[in-house]
């Protein structure tokens, strides 16, 4: 899923300041997920909001929503006959969310809410950690099933670096070394003999150095 | 003898000799006198020099520019490259540009993570590996060919190298990581410093069961110690770098003022020792900031006059 963050309550109250009739919208998807921007989120938000504004003397109206999904036209169908109610959308979905919304209601001005992080998981409740960068041409069949783009702080494709230490990065002792993981995991499937295999120079015109990028699929469009 | 490049490094070697390499950091700055006259001190007592590629991610002068001063004043320079801050293109543009001014010597690395450096908001590359990168030097000379596909006129003529870190973990494919080096064309190795001389040769060991050692030529990466808290830094800091503790209380045993020189005896102690390790062909002398020191760890080494090749 795709991971996000809370932003910081001092950087929405900046950027909500111009506006008086404010939707918070949540998304019913990865952010609902990585509780970041869910209905609970919201409310949470646009509770702490409402306080502040009020401590201030200053007169805002905060009203909550969250859609089943914000990178969907259909349901963000759902809110064109209240978007007339208000100066600006405050939205806690991620950076897709954000700018599919942008595009449907143009001349609505929009406010992120939280900051898009990661393809990642949840480790446990409260943690969720990076594993992909959606390079557009996975390698995971030969390294293990361990992804060295988005876990090696260098992308090193034939690792690891010098720098890994009793299994753990350079950068930082809490980070794995993705290429001890890789080694450890091609150890357990008896497959140690593919470690010398070179890995060729990428061709990472798939990935978002070739521009931005398109799935067309005319099998299924209709 | 076959020799495949101009280098000097290359003939040293095939010539049968114990080769001897050093290293110079470029300033922060840009006094070409900062890089010369390092060069200067160590001229005579090396066959040629690594030239360090903003090490530790410090923004420093660049690898190239400081390798023709060098080269420029008759020392053997070894251009370093990292992967971290120039893709393809920029690399083998750079290649280029060392083979226009006869730079016959390059050493592939990652280099270290940006967030060690002054600009740990900036981006980093990666585009190749610092193995891939090997592969590009070695296709350029030998296909003359850019990555591209490309005729390259007058194509680089460098004997290329790699880095071997024998301490770092995991241990067990810490030689299968040397015979890839090899595998994608490197043609000498250069260790990372070597202080557990134990660890080391059993890395060795394994090194010459495979018979690694007759494909490339291994230098050992040697720095000394200035005092014991150095010693603690490298131990506790420098990601990859096994100190053990003999070394720490052994610096720490004697006077303050004195540690300085116990770390160049321990040294040339080591050096002695590893002279005699089979497959073992140079040292790699890292006197970081320290370059005066070389001369002397050099003829205290037995490893002087430099043959004339």
């Known amino acids: 899923m795709i991971v996000a963050d809370k932003k910081p309550i001092e950087e929405i109250i900046e950027t909500v300041k111009p506006y008086d009739r404010i939707l918070v919208l949540g998304c019913n998807e990865c952010v609902t997920v990585c509780e970041a ?150 150890r357990d499937l008896d497959r140690m003999d593919e470690y010398e295999i070179v890995t060729p120079i990428k061709d990472w015109s798939t990935e978002r150095a070739g521009g931005p990028r398109t799935v067309a699929r005319e099998d299924v469009q209709v | 003898m076959s020799m495949n490049t101009p280098s000097k490094l290359e003939k040293v070697f095939k010539s049968g000799h114990i080769a001897v390499t050093s290293e110079c950091g470029p300033p922060r700055g840009s006094d070409p006198e900062a890089v010369t006259s390092k060069g200067a001190m160590i001229k005579d007592h090396v066959d040629a020099v690594n030239i360090t590629d903003n090490q530790t991610a410090m923004t420093r002068m660049s690898s190239l520019a400081a390798c023709i001063h060098l080269k420029q004043m008759g020392l053997e320079p070894i251009l370093q490259m990292v992967t971290r801050d120039r893709n393809r293109v920029a690399l083998q543009s750079d290649i280029l540009g060392a083979a226009s ?135 506790n800091r420098v990601p990859g770098m096994d100190v053990p503790d003999e070394i720490i209380d052994r610096l720490a045993g004697v006077e303050k003022k004195k540690q300085a020189q116990e770390g160049i005896d321990i040294c040339v102690e080591h050096i002695q020792r590893l002279k005699e390790v089979e497959g073992i062909a140079g040292f790699h002398v890292m006197a970081i900031e320290w370059e005066e020191k070389v001369p002397e760890i050099v003829e205290r080494s037995g490893l002087y006059p430099r043959p004339e090749v």
């Open chain 2, 101 to 235: 001014f006869d730079i016959n010597n390059v050493l592939c690395l990652s280099g270290d993570h940006q967030s060690f450096g002054d600009c740990a908001q900036g981006q980093n590359v990666h585009d190749l590996d610092s193995m891939q990168l090997v592969q590009t030097v070695r296709h350029m000379r030998d296909e003359g060919k850019f990555l591209g596909g490309d005729d390259i006129k007058r194509p680089p003529n460098m004997f290329v190298g790699a880095a071997a870190n024998p301490f770092a973990d995991p241990f067990e494919i810490r030689v299968p990581r040397l015979a890839k080096k090899i595998a994608c064309g490197a043609e000498f190795i250069q260790t990372q410093c070597i202080y557990n001389i134990a660890k080391f040769e059993e890395w060795m060991r394994r090194v010459r069961e495979r018979g690694l050692h007759e494909k490339v030529f291994i230098m050992a990466g040697m720095t000394p110690m200035k005092s014991a808290p150095m010693a603690k830094f490298m131990k």
């Open chain 1, 37 to 186: 921007g869910g209905k609970k989120e919201v409310e949470v938000l646009a509770s702490a909001l409402r306080m502040h504004f009020i401590q201030q003397g200053s007169k805002k109206n905060f009203d909550e929503r969250t859609l089943e999904r914000q990178c969907d036209h259909e349901y963000l169908e759902e809110i064109r006959d209240i978007m007339d109610n208000y100066d600006a959308v405050l939205s806690l979905a991620c950076g897709v969310g954000v700018q599919f919304m942008a595009e449907k209601y143009h001349t609505t001005p929009l406010i992120p809410g939280v900051n898009t992080c990661f393809l990642g998981a949840t480790e446990k409740r409260g943690l969720w950690t990076e594993r992909c960068q959606a390079c557009g041409s996975c390698v995971l069949a030969h390294t293990a099933g361990i992804c060295p783009i988005s876990r090696c702080a260098k992308r090193v494709m034939n690792g690891p670096c010098g720098g890994s230490t009793g299994g753990k990065c350079e950068i930082n002792k809490d980070v794995d070394c993705a290429w001890q993981l890789i080694i450890d995991r091609l």
